[in-house]
């Protein structure tokens, strides 16, 4: 809701922290990141101390003192030239059609479950498409024609995880918990299962940099920027904490699954399969597709810029009447139609965590270049103004640069690389590792194709005016 001032719409504190709550929470993240078990709540507070505060101060300073549709993609190319701009470029483009095809994985899982349904493979696969296209389509429309979309899908969120955390209370008082919350269990639990789910609470954390584009519609953007992010970040650890109470009080950490346990969280507090049940079903099949949708505009505009840019494909580049870039959004259908065709035949039992680390591995590999390029360009450009700059000495800029880098590399190395050699992990991590180096191998093809494009235009060009 914005308000006029001076006959202008003005952006206010409240609707920047509003929106990044519901751009942000993702809820269908809850339950792998509960998985962690009760330890998880000492890493939600970890991360948003060490991970989460400087990366929302790196973002404010990048935000506002290099404005742009472009984002992490400017800042990036800016820093390290065009070739490292269009390696962010495809990895954070990539990101959204495998997280496309994990959410119709998990649409129709979700939706056999509540309906009682027990799918064919052809149907899931048909299903899947279905979802799959209804986003593409939708998420190619001008964002005024989805609004309504949108606030309902914030109503959707809050009350779907406010359910379960007043559940999870009167199940605790009632009957007991399912786990443990004395301290000890609190602490960090040194081992790779839980190393390797760190990942999905940095990956809840990403995405606050959208707020800096704000900057020209705020009446004080270096004071409430920073203030939208970290109010948003707090807010948003706030109710994935709510959440993961409930579901740790209902469900056996060892029984949790990554894909169906905010359901199972549900089932489990009320004993059974029951009309409320179903009305969370329901929410969370519009949440999972309106997620997308939120997401689809600024995901096709970055790839769309970078291929006017010449750094992708023109293909990328191709948009509508309405200057929509729905090149971008039918690849990104073709993409994820490809994955969950695809899905039956991978070796990995849980096809929708498969998916869904391999996105949440490349959005944070799109990141790794942000805190360097922070540096690189406070070095190359310290005339610039700056309406927000991160406060410290040299000491603490090079602390909150390099240790969320750090954190964020260990994480993507536990999340697809099988460190203690079971069965299980490996069964599980393999395609995970082999899609990494399959998405950076065809990347690094797709982005010196366009560069070696752009070349040969220029050259042909050249030639014909001389």
Do not use: C
């Amino acid at each position: 809701m914005n308000i006029m001032e001076n006959g202008k719409k003005k952006f206010r504190l409240f609707d920047a922290v509003l929106m990044s709550v519901v751009v942000i929470l993702v809820v269908e993240s809850a339950a792998p990141a509960a998985a962690i078990g009760t330890s998880q709540f000492f890493w939600w507070i970890f991360l948003l101390i060490l991970f989460f505060l400087p990366y929302g101060l790196i973002s404010s300073e990048l935000g506002t003192a290099y404005t742009g549709d472009g984002g992490l993609y400017d800042w990036v190319k800016q820093a390290f030239g065009s070739r490292w701009g269009g390696r962010l470029a495809w990895v954070y483009w990539i990101n959204y059609p495998i997280w496309m095809a994990s959410l119709a994985v998990l649409f129709s899982q979700v939706a056999g479950t509540i309906f009682g349904l027990h799918l064919s493979t052809f149907a899931s696969i048909l299903i899947e498409l279905v979802f799959v296209w209804f986003v593409v389509v939708l998420g190619n429309k001008p964002v005024s024609e989805s609004k309504w979309i949108l606030n309902l899908a914030a109503f959707a969120k809050i009350f779907t995880i406010l359910s379960l955390f007043v559940l999870g209370v009167y199940v605790a008082v009632t009957k007991g918990v399912a786990n443990s919350f004395a301290p000890h269990n609190l602490l960090p639990q040194m081992n790779v299962n839980s190393f390797s789910n760190l990942s999905v609470i940095i990956f809840n954390f990403l995405g606050f940099e959208v707020v800096a584009t704000m900057a020209d519609d705020m009446d004080n953007p270096k004071k409430q920027i920073p203030q939208a992010i970290i109010y948003g970040g707090i807010l948003i650890a706030f109710f994935y904490l709510l959440s993961a109470f409930g579901m740790s009080v209902a469900v056996p950490t060892s029984k949790l699954s990554a894909s169906s346990g905010l359901l199972d969280s549900f089932i489990l507090m009320l004993g059974h399969m029951n009309w409320f049940v179903v009305i969370i079903g329901i929410l969370f099949l519009y949440i999972l597709a309106s997620e997308m949708i939120s997401w689809a505009l600024g995901v096709n505009y970055v790839a769309d810029y970078a291929a006017k840019d010449h750094v992708l494909p023109a293909v990328f580049g191709k948009e509508d009447k309405n200057d929509m870039p729905v090149g971008t959004g039918y690849l990104n259908g073709i993409v994820a139609s490809v994955l969950v065709i695809a899905a039956p035949f991978i070796p990995n039992q849980d096809i929708f965590w498969a998916f869904f680390s391999l996105n949440v591995v490349a959005l944070l590999m799109s990141y790794m270049m942000m805190f360097p390029a922070f540096l690189k360009l406070r070095k190359m450009d310290p005339n610039r103004e700056r309406p927000f700059k991160v406060p410290g000495n040299q000491f603490m800029i090079q602390l909150m640069t390099w240790v969320p880098e750090v954190l964020l590399v260990v994480t993507i190395i536990f999340t697809i690389i099988p460190l203690n050699g079971t069965h299980a992990e490996i069964s599980s991590k393999m395609p995970i590792l082999i899609g990494t180096i399959i998405t950076l191998a065809v990347g690094e093809i797709v982005v010196r194709y366009a560069n070696h494009s752009e070349n040969a235009a220029k050259k042909a060009h050249s030639t014909a005016t001389h």
